[in-house]
């Protein structure tokens, strides 16, 4: 392609709202430009670069046994509401009326479609198990659009489907999706990990996140520095044992705690340590009150709680609840004298405690030397606890490390919640009718090409690894005024095309000090420079990423493209 030819309109300056370093480049290089909050166009730079990952995901996708078709952006709302997801979704569901009044989402994602239109195909065992994906621009009503492609309300994910007749057959399907994810990117070069993660309002129970390593990720992992253990930090297991204290139990004692709310501010006045008192939280489950307690040093878990309980929602009692119920205010609330109904769950570390301090369920006051079952009941002792670096790995090997990361794919095994809600049954070989267990599999394809960026650049501009390059090579004619250069580089540019050999070719009659640092801006991973030796048939070859330079002659030139792009 010639850049006369193409839409590249690089920017010398930072764009004052571009955050991070994906976002930044991928402006200034002139491979995207934003046309609202969230929403961006790819140019042809860009859009190249987004059917290089979509090329890798179909081949990996098609060595996996997983066919690829097309639906519909926009979805029926009766949908949406036969799964309950309508009203689950809130805010970040696209909603729309038609002309006639009827109801549409744009779609986030697919399950209600996909499990409706296999419900209505697929009637007989001898069709499953059956996998599905497609490629697709999605939509969701961010509050806070931010760090560009990272987190946009349009964006090009690869969803996939899977329908079995056997929780044995999801595996199957699960370790295949597993292996193929691990492929692509690892083709996409970059530095990730499979993490253990908890499946939100996707819903299903095992779940792996791809997480992209990178500061500006908003996902912490929490990993072993021994072991190939990685999880979301919301899933990570506390695996530690808590002996039992042998401490004589004294007296409870009730003392005034003035203006004490958090746990550090009456550690300190008490001149207690933190790990001796109570962290103490109501927590509306589902449709009942839980006091949750923890060890002072350590921070509850939502998710944790959620799935300890079996529940489907959990939030934090608001401030009024709170002083309603324990008649005191949230930094004082505490396990003794709890009143009837509300159900009391502890981490298990408060089960080796003796003679804690806690919130005396009146404000301003605390009660020394508190012991579980004989000051107050816990209902149930669960892991409730976010991991802390340093803390024994779950898997016993080694310790705990926190790195950032940005999701660019997950796994899940949906179950059966979609085929039920959506009547997806198949006639087993007795001849009476299953509901089928599905699984689902996404990738951000858009989210991949940020979080490539994030990962290869310098400050001069995008490295591009050679399977998701827009070209794999950048022509430059250093003065195309000048005949033998001019002559020199179209020769080269047939020649690359015929050979197969991508190429950007910039013609244009710019300075050649602006043409070498939009190449360097823009980042494709081999540099051709027609200039003063052109006349005697030379070219300077250069490696992006390495800096390395070769002089080579015009009758080598295909060869040693063909050694440095292998």
Known sequence: MRHSQTLIPTLKEIPADADIKSHQLLLRAGYIRQTASGVYSFLPLGNKVLQKVEAIVREEMDKAGVAEMLMPALQAAELWKKTGRWYKMG??????????????????????????????????????????????????????????????????????????????????AYENMYQAYTKIFTRCNLNFRPVIADSGAMGGKDTHEFMALSEVGEDTIAYSDQSDFAANIEMAEVNITYPPSEEPLKELELIDTPGQKTMVEVSAFLQLPLEQGVKSLLFKVDERFVLVLARGDRDINDIKLRHALGAKEVELASVEETKELLQAEVGSIGPVNVPEGIEVVADHAIAAMRNLYCGANQTDKHYLNANADRDFHVDGYYDLCFIKEGDPSPDGKGTIQFAKGIEVGQVFKLGQFYAEKLGAQYLNEQGKQEIMTMGCYGIGISRTVAAIVEQHHDEDGIIWPMEVAPYLTHLIAVNPKKEEQSALAEQIYVELQEANISVLYDDRQERPGLKFKDSDLIGLPVRITVGKAASEGYVECKLRESGEQFDVHISELQDKLKELLS
């Open 91 to 172: 805010g970040e569901l696209m909603r729309l009326h038609d002309r006639h009044d009827r109801e549409f989402a744009l779609g986030p994602t697919h399950e209600e479609v996909i499990t409706t239109l296999i419900a209505d195909e697929v009637k007989s065992y001898k069709r499953l198990p059956l996998s599905i994906y497609q490629i697709q621009t999605k939509f969701r009503d961010e509050q806070r659009p931010r760090f560009g492609l990272l987190r946009g309300r349009e964006f090009i994910m690869k969803d996939g489907y899977s329908f079995h007749a056997t929780a044995e057959s999801l595996d199957e």
